[in-house]
Every structure is written in C-alpha cells, then in structure tokens.
C-alpha cells in the first residue's frame, strides 16, 4: 500500500480526533458549501430574466435532486460498508463494493435519465410548473436531464472517496466545477444571450469538469480502492449492505424534492412570484445544510471505521465533537439568516407586492430552525455510519416527510400563505424532537455493546 494511502488509514484509526475531523470534515464541508452555489448562482442570474424564469428552476430542483439521489444511494450507501471494511482490513471485498457502487449507479442513471426525458412536461406539471413557468422549464430541464450523468458520477465518487479519507482531492474536484460555473453563468446567461438555456449548458459543462478531476484520480490510481469492472460483484451480500444504508439517503433525496414540489404546488395558487420566493429561500438555506452535510462526511468514516474496529473511545469522541461543531455552525449560520433576512433576499426578489417581505419571513423563520440541523443531522449520519439504515431513514425521513407531508398539507389550508412559510420550520421542530427520544435509545444500546466486549 502507498504511503499516502497508509496515511489515510492512520488518520481514520489513530489521528487526534479534532485533527482527524477537521481533516476530512472541513475540505468535504467547503467543496460542499461552493457546490451549492451551483444552485444559489443560477438563481442569483436567472432572476435577472423575470419570476417565470426564476420559477423555473425552482420547479426543476426535484428533479436534480432525484438524480443526486441515486448517486447517494450507491455512493453513500457503499461510503458506510466501506469504511467498516477498512476498520476490519478487508481490502479485497472494499474493492468489489466500491466498483459495484460507482458502475451500479451510473446503470441506474442512466435508465431513469431516459424515462426522466420522455415524461419531462408530466414531471414538471406535477411538480406545480405554471403555464408561464412551464416553457423555461422545459428547456432547463432537457439540458440537464441529458447530462446529468455526469453529475451522477461525482456524487458517487465523492462519497467513495470520503470513505477512504481523501477529503481533500473531492473537495477539489467539486470547487473547480462551481467556480467555473460561477464564471460561465453571466457569460452564456447575458453575454451570449443564451437565457435560461446558458444557465443549463454553465452547469453541465461545470459538472464535465469535475468528471474530468474525479476520473483522473482512478486513472493516477490514488485510491485505495480500485474501480474494475471485472471486481462488480451484485451479489445479495454487497448490494443488502449498500442499499441498506442508500435507500434511506435516497428516500431523503426525494422526499426533499417532494417536498419542493409540495410547496410549489401549495404556492402556484399565489403566482408565480410565490413560487419563485420559496424556491429561493430553499435554496439559500440549501447552502448552510449541505455544509453541514459535508462536514458530517467527514465524521461518517470515522465512526464507521471505529465501530467496524470496536473502538468505542474514539466513536465517542468524534460523536461529541461532531455534535458540537456542527451545533456552533448552525448556529451562526442561523443567526446570520435571521439578522440578514432583508438584505439576502433583496437580491433576488424584486420588491413587487409584498413578495420580498412574504420570503423575509420564511427566511427567518427557517433561519431559526437550522439552528437544530446539526443535532438530528449527525445522530441521521451516526446510525447510517453503524449500519443501522432502519434508524437512519426514520430520522432523514422526519424533517422532510414523516413531519412535514402532514404540515405542509393542513397547515396551509388553515393559516393561509402563512402556512406554507413556516411548514419547514415547524417540521424541523418536531424532526428534533424525534432524535432526542431515538438518540438516547442508541447510546443504552451502545454502552451495552461496549460492556459486553
């Protein structure tokens, strides 16, 4: 083994916690927190070009996300098995679970890519599309769609290679890719009078980018693992372990964009400045939660490396301290949404009707509520990293589904445009409230565990 690869097991097994935690959680957190901009700086250009336009994305975000989904579903479902392998030094089985997962989900992909473009105007309807937004949809949507392979194949191999430690390689690969795109998009958007279309071809040419850094370090053979198609193996034993973790991760993917189009549906009846606002807000708070996301694959392996090899110390220490970061995080982040609520969405929304005021408030009051995103959101990772998908999914699931479907479908028709506002945030209240009971379930559990052994 490479010495740089014996360094990566070193910082999973025996490095300083703090060290080994900001080692890999703060490179992943900061490529996560600049991939985010994918979406914030769509936003940000597009909403030059009107509210239909606006809303048009905003009606297409289920759909990417469905295809993120996918990638997480093999890639962080393989991620979890494959940083228990390691724990236990089954190197030759790590390499069958990481080839399956990467040529798995690209399989996967590209069916539903297909059936995503043949039935992309029905989605999109479904998906609370207006009459208005429905054409800038349709022509966002067909570019990304047809591309989107490419960014199946770097959710899937960031989460591959975050499970081995290499942190800082997929950071990378994913700011190279949302830099370009930052650049690309007032250049193709404006400058080349694209429209939304330059907003679709900026993405998917910044997404090929990020292909290119993430293939050539499989081609370099930098990994611990190796990706062969000759080591696939669909066996009931490696695909029960990667979905057994995925499929939760990927029901959260959709969940998230059901719940998108909830609200959009919820919001068509106010127009398609409602529609464009809520879209917006999602997406700002987007940032903050896929930071946190990012640091917190920073902690998985850890913890999934510590359980695999029974070092419960460790697995307690990265607990605490993953709890504690991601806490003070959301916390300022948090406050910066609620104290900066007026000048974040002024330059987004135009001041026409009480739009502005109306995201505002929504801003704000889930500003508040992310305040908590960290405490549900390591303990949603910690039962994923043990293995427990069963755990897993009922704590993804709580703040966008088994919490917010029944909100979001009452709550409006009681308290009006209100309702949809503060649906999320009540949600996350109750999501907080589930892991606490779920929380102190698992350390009785764990203490047991360690008594044994």
Known sequence: MLQEQQERIALLSKAP???????????????????ALYNLVDAYFVSGLGESQLGAISVIFPLSQLMVGIGLLFGNGAASYLSRLLGRHEFKMADQVCSTALYGSLLVGAVVTVISLMFLKTFLLWLGASVSILPYALAYGEIYLAASVFNLFNVTMNNLMASEGAAKKAMTALVCGALLNIVLDPVLIYGMAWGIVGAAVATVISQMVS?????SYIRQKKSIFHFRCKDCRFTIEILAEIFKIGIPTLIFQLLTGITIAFINRKAEVYGDGVIAVMGTVVRIMTIGSLSVFGFIKGFQPIAGYSYG??????????????LIYSTIFCVIFGGCMVVLAQPIIAQF???????????????????????????????????????????????????KGICFMPIILTLPNIWGINGILYAQPIADLFAAIVTLVMALRLHCELRVKQHEQ
């Open 309 to 322: 090899a029974r070092d419960w110390g460790r697995l307690y220490q990265a607990l605490r301290l993953a």
């Open 211 to 215: 292909t290119l850094i993430y293939w």
């Open 349 to 399: 929304i135009a001041d026409s009707g009480g739009i502005r005021l109306l995201g505002q408030k929504a801003l704000i009051a889930n500003g508040f509520s992310f305040m908590l995103f960290g405490f549900y959101t390591v303990y949603a990772a910690l039962f994923l990293a043990l293995g427990k998908g069963k755990e897993g999914f009922v704590l993804s699931a709580c703040q």
């Open 17 to 35: 916690m703090t060290k080994a935690l900001l080692s890999l959680g703060i490179p992943t957190m900061i490529g996560m927190l600049i991939n």
